[in-house]
């Protein structure tokens, strides 16, 4: 099994696009190397503060790490209905009810990401006057990310809504492949 097959969710297929794809597999790969990195950096801090021979430049660089993967992690989770979504009321319906409760939560999280990418975008213009120290970068290259995960939140949100729309949001699942048996409801009932 390739790594793309291990990445990219099939659930919920019916909501997405395939030419996307291709990102929800970069943003995954780049979110865990953000996450291997603020590892590594964090661990590198420690080990210098230790021995008495602290890099100040490593807080820079862990904080940046941090911001960058949650940011990059909220996009893909939004592609992969793992953030920004409320499936235990949407799930628990069904018809023209969940119909309207999906479009509804999914114009919020449109909202959303208007909203960092049009606050996100200010504040990196602003970031230009102030400075990090000790290395003198402009503050504006941690606010970069902001209305850049904006974006593909809202792309991701845009495609899920079209597919919703186009294709229904209330599709069954396909079972899982870990080996164990899926039991339907006429089943449950059927057992004594």
Known sequence: MAIADKLLVQRQRHLKWRTLDW???ALMILCGLLCFGFSLSVT???????????????????????????????????????????????EAMHGTSRLIVEVIIRLVVLGVAFCLIWYGYQNYLRGFGSFR????????????????????????TIE??????????????????????????AQMRAQP
């Not at 430049?57 to 409320?86: C, K, P």
């Not at 209330?170 to 048996?181: F, I, K, R, S």
């Open 23 to 25: 990102l929800e597999l």
């Open 44 to 90: 590198a801090d420690i080990i210098t503060r230790t021995i008495g021979h602290p890099w100040l430049w490593l807080q820079e660089v862990t904080s940046t790490l941090f911001i960058y993967a949650i940011f990059i992690g909220t996009a893909a989770a939004t592609r992969r209905n793992d953030h920004l979504y409320l499936t235990a009321i949407s």
């Open 133 to 156: 120290l000790p290395s003198g970068t402009p503050i504006a290259s941690l606010y970069a990310i902001i209305p850049l995960s904006g974006v593909l939140i809202g792309l991701f």
């Open 160 to 185: 899920q809504l079209v597919n919703g729309l186009r294709n229904g949001f209330d599709h069954p699942e396909p079972p899982e492949e870990d080996g164990t048996p899926v039991i339907t409801d």
